[in-house]
């Protein structure tokens, strides 16, 4: 290594004109002191007397042999040499403060001599104890350097340069961001270079300005050395925008990534997660809606949005409004006084009370039940172990009540009675081959305990096949499954047991009617009932008409399910006999399979029949395995013609009335009004009774207004259908109708 040692030795007299910091001249060299010879620096750096140059420079202070110059930073003062011609090294120069702490030292670098705008190194010098230096300099052609004081005095010795780069400060980049959570995040870095020493630490530091540092912002310590490095981010507040520098550390200093290009991010900002969940406990005038809210750390307000649309147009607080903590919480909300046989939708609202971030569940539906067929409310004596069997007269059932405890008083218990098959047939219950178009909705409002035996009377229960009792025993097990679910409309039906029968000849429920009967109930709640054996369960019909429409006999009928229903058959008669019934269908009528929802049917007998003479009809269902299922009869007079006897048609303007035009090709208007508010659906049949298309449906209709609907003449899929004969079916809560119209091309 070699090195250039160059003492300032200078002795010089200073006069003081205008102004105090005007310059100082330089006059003789103590002869204390020499400049070095140049002969073996050649290349590294050159000096002579005349290379160095000083503004401000207050003194030379001799000390012994060595000496140091003050400068002063108000002129601001500064020393100036032309030292090197081109190459590689180090400067070196010792410094102190003279009055105050904070003083700053620069070293300049310029390729002319004149232009010092470019700082190669800036210092604060905090000690008053002389401190050591170096600077790297790394140039490819002759350039000038400055070291210059600003603002307070310091003094400086022992000025060299070396061929040998000192160490500086490692190098290192910023890695991109990512595991963004509302407080934290993960990052990293990478050390390229040491800058010559050892790295005795490294990490990233991060705030909310551009370029953050140690001194001012947070930082991990993730280890030493060079390569890559990963770092967690913590303590962060969430939505909002950090930055984030890597830095490394050693002898020369602490190096940071690229001011100019920090990675950055910004938080998550707290945001609750809700799921709406199925309604439940429906029945003609309640439901209850339920919902999933995860609150996310932040105090949440928790609503229901309801409605008759998809715009809903309410709200009602659920029950735990509002949330806070962590993890899923089932919330809920109860609706009351709602109208019968109508489909709402809903939704759960969940409302961050922190940044008034809303999220939504999804859409659901549910639809109230129709005023129960049959209500009954007893009174039971809670407080007494062993009540008599109480008859929820109009029902069919009988409560066989023992075990009773926990409560005193009375208690009043409802039996509500649906002749309708349940909603949602969750579970098991949904692979059974018939289930009963019949449920039963038991509600008890004390939290009294008890075991009972509830009896069914066989003449209320809706398509049993009581021939199969004929030489049953008493206690006898039927094929007649009975099933519970805790929740009205909502959740799985778990099954109960079978059936038992009793002939009622002892009088078993106060009635000599024969019953069906299960012992072991200890809640309440709503039940139904299934069977995969021989009972009559596997259409449940609920309209079957004729009417004479356009001279000819046109047959209507609904189903309210269908399990296993392979298609139809219709018999015809002059008698009311079935035995004497012949088939006029020349191809089996399609069914629908399996199904929970209500199907349309409509079939027109083209045969030529005699006036003023009445005829006899059957249905007749055939499932998969070629079980059949008869239904009827229905009758109908043949009127003289110019008679339309049976028009589904009521007095005055309501109604369906018939299309126009008709014919028609392709388009035809359909119009209709009803005397009261109902919900309905208006769909297209073939002549084979298959639905063609639905033109509408789940339509609200108010009263007294003149409803007029339009048909292209295509199909649901959007084709174009073929000539002839079709029928328009208007299906409503308040009754059911249906014309014929004719596509003539």
């Given at each position: 290594?070699?090195?250039?040692?160059?003492?300032?030795?200078?002795?010089?007299?200073?006069?003081?004109?205008?102004?105090?910091?005007?310059?100082?001249?330089?006059?003789?060299?103590?002869?204390?002191?020499?400049?070095?010879?140049?002969?073996?620096?050649?290349?590294?750096?050159?000096?002579?007397?005349?290379?160095?140059?000083?503004?401000?420079?207050?003194?030379f202070i001799s000390g012994g042999s060595d000496y140091e110059m003050e400068i002063t930073g108000a002129a601001p003062g500064k020393i100036t040499s032309y030292y090197f011609e081109?190459g590689a090294g180090t400067l070196y120069f010792n410094a102190y403060y003279v009055s105050n702490s904070g003083s700053t030292i620069h070293v300049y670098y310029s390729s002319n001599?004149?232009?010092?705008?470019?700082?190669?190194?800036?210092?604060?010098?905090?000690?008053?104890?002389?401190?050591?230096?170096?600077?790297?300099?790394?140039?490819?052609?002759?350039?000038?350097?400055?070291?210059?004081?600003?603002?307070?005095?310091?003094?400086?010795?022992?000025?060299?340069?070396?061929?040998?780069?000192?160490?500086?400060?490692?190098?290192?980049?910023?890695?991109?961001?990512?595991?963004?959570?509302?407080?934290?995040?993960?990052?990293?870095?990478?050390?390229?270079?040491?800058?010559?020493?050892?790295?005795?630490?490294?990490?990233?530091?991060?705030?909310?300005?551009?370029?953050?540092?140690?001194?001012?912002?947070?930082?991990?310590?993730?280890?030493?050395?060079?390569?890559?490095?990963?770092?967690?981010?913590?303590?962060?507040?969430?939505?909002?925008?950090?930055?984030?520098?890597?830095?490394?550390?050693?002898?020369?200093?602490?190096?940071?990534?690229?001011?100019?290009?920090?990675?950055?991010?910004?938080?998550?900002?707290?945001?609750?997660?809700?799921?709406?969940?199925?309604?439940?406990?429906?029945?003609?005038?309640?439901?209850?809606?339920?919902?999933?809210?995860?609150?996310?750390?932040?105090?949440?307000?928790?609503?229901?949005?309801?409605?008759?649309?998809?715009?809903?147009?309410?709200?009602?607080?659920?029950?735990?409004?509002?949330?806070?903590?962590?993890?899923?919480?089932?919330?809920?909300?109860?609706?009351?006084?709602?109208?019968?046989?109508?489909?709402?939708?809903?939704?759960?609202?969940?409302?961050?009370?922190?940044?008034?971030?809303?999220?939504?569940?999804?859409?659901?539906?549910?639809?109230?039940?129709?005023?129960?067929?049959?209500?009954?409310?007893?009174?039971?004596?809670?407080?007494?172990?062993?009540?008599?069997?109480?008859?929820?007269?109009?029902?069919?059932?009988?409560?066989?009540?023992?075990?009773?405890?926990?409560?005193?008083?009375?208690?009043?218990?409802?039996?509500?009675?649906?002749?309708?098959?349940?909603?949602?047939?969750?579970?098991?219950?949904?692979?059974?081959?018939?289930?009963?178009?019949?449920?039963?909705?038991?509600?008890?409002?004390?939290?009294?305990?008890?075991?009972?035996?509830?009896?069914?009377?066989?003449?209320?229960?809706?398509?049993?096949?009581?021939?199969?009792?004929?030489?049953?025993?008493?206690?006898?097990?039927?094929?007649?499954?009975?099933?519970?679910?805790?929740?009205?409309?909502?959740?799985?039906?778990?099954?109960?047991?079978?059936?038992?029968?009793?002939?009622?000849?002892?009088?078993?429920?106060?009635?000599?009617?024969?019953?069906?009967?299960?012992?072991?109930?200890?809640?309440?709640?709503?039940?139904?009932?299934?069977?995969?054996?021989?009972?009559?369960?596997?259409?449940?019909?609920?309209?079957?008409?004729?009417?004479?429409?356009?001279?000819?006999?046109?047959?209507?009928?609904?189903?309210?399910?269908?399990?296993?229903?392979?298609?139809?058959?219709?018999?015809?008669?002059?008698?009311?006999?079935?035995?004497?019934?012949?088939?006029?269908?020349?191809?089996?009528?399609?069914?629908?399979?399996?199904?929970?929802?209500?199907?349309?049917?409509?079939?027109?007998?083209?045969?030529?029949?005699?006036?003023?003479?009445?005829?006899?009809?059957?249905?007749?269902?055939?499932?998969?395995?070629?079980?059949?299922?008869?239904?009827?009869?229905?009758?109908?007079?043949?009127?003289?013609?110019?008679?339309?006897?049976?028009?589904?048609?009521?007095?005055?303007?309501?109604?369906?009335?018939?299309?126009?035009?008709?014919?028609?090709?392709?388009?035809?208007?359909?119009?209709?009004?009803?005397?009261?508010?109902?919900?309905?659906?208006?769909?297209?049949?073939?002549?084979?009774?298959?639905?063609?298309?639905?033109?509408?449906?789940?339509?609200?209709?108010?009263?007294?207004?003149?409803?007029?609907?339009?048909?292209?003449?295509?199909?649901?899929?959007?084709?174009?259908?073929?000539?002839?004969?079709?029928?328009?079916?208007?299906?409503?809560?308040?009754?059911?109708?249906?014309?014929?119209?004719i596509l003539l091309k």
């Amino acid at each position: 290594m070699k090195k250039i040692e160059i003492l300032i030795i200078f002795v010089f007299i200073f006069t003081f004109s205008s102004s105090l910091w005007a310059g100082f001249t330089v006059e003789n060299f103590n002869d204390a002191g020499s400049w070095p010879g140049t002969s073996n620096y050649t290349g590294i750096a050159t000096f002579s007397e005349n290379d160095w140059t000083w503004n401000s420079v207050s003194q030379f202070i001799s000390g012994g042999s060595d000496y140091e110059m003050e400068i002063t930073g108000a002129a601001p003062g500064k020393i100036t040499s032309y030292y090197f011609e081109n190459g590689a090294g180090t400067l070196y120069f010792n410094a102190y403060y003279v009055s105050n702490s904070g003083s700053t030292i620069h070293v300049y670098y310029s390729s002319n001599g004149t232009d010092w705008t470019n700082a190669a190194y800036r210092k604060a010098i905090n000690t008053s104890s002389s401190s050591s230096y170096s600077v790297a300099i790394n140039y490819s052609q002759a350039h000038y350097i400055r070291i210059q004081a600003d603002y307070w005095s310091v003094r400086i010795d022992d000025i060299s340069v070396s061929d040998e780069l000192a160490p500086v400060v490692p190098t290192v980049t910023v890695a991109s961001i990512s595991n963004i959570t509302k407080f934290a995040a993960s990052g990293g870095g990478n050390v390229t270079a040491d800058g010559g020493a050892s790295v005795t630490v490294r990490g990233v530091c991060w705030g909310l300005s551009q370029s953050p540092s140690l001194g001012a912002d947070n930082f991990t310590e993730d280890g030493s050395g060079t390569g890559v490095f990963t770092s967690q981010i913590t303590g962060l507040a969430a939505n909002t925008h950090y930055f984030v520098r890597a830095y490394a550390t050693n002898s020369a200093g602490t190096g940071y990534s690229e001011y100019n290009s920090p990675a950055e991010f910004t938080t998550v900002d707290y945001a609750p997660t809700s799921v709406t969940n199925d309604a439940s406990d429906l029945n003609n005038v309640f439901a209850n809606l339920n919902g999933t809210v995860n609150c996310d750390e932040a105090s949440t307000t928790v609503v229901f949005q309801y409605g008759v649309t998809d715009s809903y147009g309410s709200e009602v607080a659920a029950d735990e409004s509002p949330l806070s903590g962590t993890g899923d919480q089932s919330v809920q909300a109860s609706l009351s006084g709602l109208d019968e046989n109508t489909t709402y939708h809903f939704r759960v609202k969940a409302t961050n009370m922190v940044n008034s971030v809303i999220t939504y569940g999804g859409d659901k539906t549910f639809t109230t039940t129709d005023n129960p067929n049959q209500t009954s409310t007893q009174s039971i004596p809670v407080a007494t172990p062993d009540p008599d069997p109480i008859d929820f007269t109009g029902t069919g059932v009988t409560v066989d009540f023992s075990s009773v405890s926990g409560a005193t008083g009375t208690d009043d218990i409802t039996v509500n009675q649906f002749n309708e098959q349940p909603t949602n047939l969750a579970g098991l219950i949904g692979s059974e081959i018939k289930v009963s178009n019949e449920s039963y909705l038991f509600t008890n409002h004390t939290g009294f305990t008890f075991t009972s035996t509830i009896q069914f009377l066989i003449s209320d229960l809706d398509g049993i096949n009581t021939d199969l009792f004929a030489d049953m025993e008493d206690g006898a097990e039927t094929t007649i499954k009975m099933w519970k679910r805790s929740e009205y409309g909502s959740g799985e039906f778990v099954e109960q047991g079978l059936l038992l029968y009793d002939d009622g000849d002892d009088d078993f429920n106060n009635t000599i009617d024969d019953i069906l009967y299960l012992a072991g109930i200890n809640d309440f709640s709503e039940f139904a009932f299934s069977s995969n054996g021989d009972h009559s369960l596997s259409v449940i019909l609920s309209t079957f008409t004729v009417q004479y429409l356009n001279e000819s006999p046109v047959l209507c009928w609904t189903t309210q399910s269908e399990t296993s229903n392979a298609g139809w058959n219709i018999y015809r008669s002059q008698t009311d006999i079935l035995e004497e019934a012949m088939q006029i269908n020349l191809e089996m009528i399609p069914g629908a399979g399996t199904t929970s929802e209500p199907t349309d049917y409509i079939y027109e007998d083209e045969s030529e029949l005699i006036e003023n003479t009445e005829y006899w009809y059957w249905l007749e269902s055939i499932d998969y395995s070629g079980l059949t299922d008869s239904y009827g009869p229905i009758s109908l007079i043949i009127p003289e013609e110019g008679e339309e006897p049976g028009s589904p048609e009521v007095p005055g303007i309501y109604g369906l009335h018939q299309n126009y035009p008709n014919p028609f090709n392709p388009n035809t208007e359909i119009s209709f009004m009803m005397k009261e508010n109902c919900i309905g659906e208006l769909s297209i049949f073939n002549v084979k009774g298959q639905k063609t298309k639905t033109i509408f449906s789940n339509l609200s209709i108010p009263k007294d207004e003149l409803i007029i609907s339009n048909w292209n003449g295509k199909d649901e899929s959007g084709k174009k259908v073929s000539s002839g004969v079709y029928y328009y079916k208007l299906r409503t809560t308040k009754g059911n109708f249906v014309r014929k119209m004719i596509l003539l091309k």
